[in-house]
């Protein structure tokens, strides 16, 4: 199984950004597909996770101006962030779980807030 994301970039704050990960290979089913970043010197940390039945959760940080969404037909995840801030200044994972709670890791792109 590969994860490939895309959509990271510089952008000024109070801009917005569109996140893509696409799953491919085998790919048992799909049960949650998240976002996680992580910052210099922090430890990884979630952002936003759906459920295949389109359950979210997201961060705090994050709520109101992020949302996460995904495609079940093409394996494919998104995260629509708005109003960044510098402090969203980070790499950001992709990650699915399956059913059988196996757990998979995008490469990870990276994202810079300006002030």
């Known amino acids: 199984v590969q994860l490939q994301a895309s959509g990271g970039g510089l952008v000024q704050a109070g801009g917005s950004l569109k996140l893509s990960c696409a799953a491919t290979?085998?790919?048992?089913?799909?049960?949650?597909m998240g976002w996680y970043r992580q910052a210099p010197g922090k430890q990884r940390q979630l952002v936003a996770r759906?459920?295949?039945?389109?359950?979210?959760n997201y961060a705090d940080s994050v709520k109101g101006r992020f949302t996460i969404s995904r495609d079940n037909a093409k394996n494919t995840v998104y995260l629509q962030m708005n109003s960044l801030k510098p402090e969203d200044t980070a790499v950001y994972y992709c990650?699915?779980?399956?059913?059988?709670?196996?757990?998979?890791w995008g490469q990870g792109t990276q994202v810079t807030v300006s002030s």
């Open positions: 290979g085998s790919i048992f089913s799909i049960n949650y």
């Open positions: 759906i459920t295949t039945g389109g359950s979210t």
């Open positions: 990650n699915i779980i399956d059913f059988r709670a196996i757990t998979y």
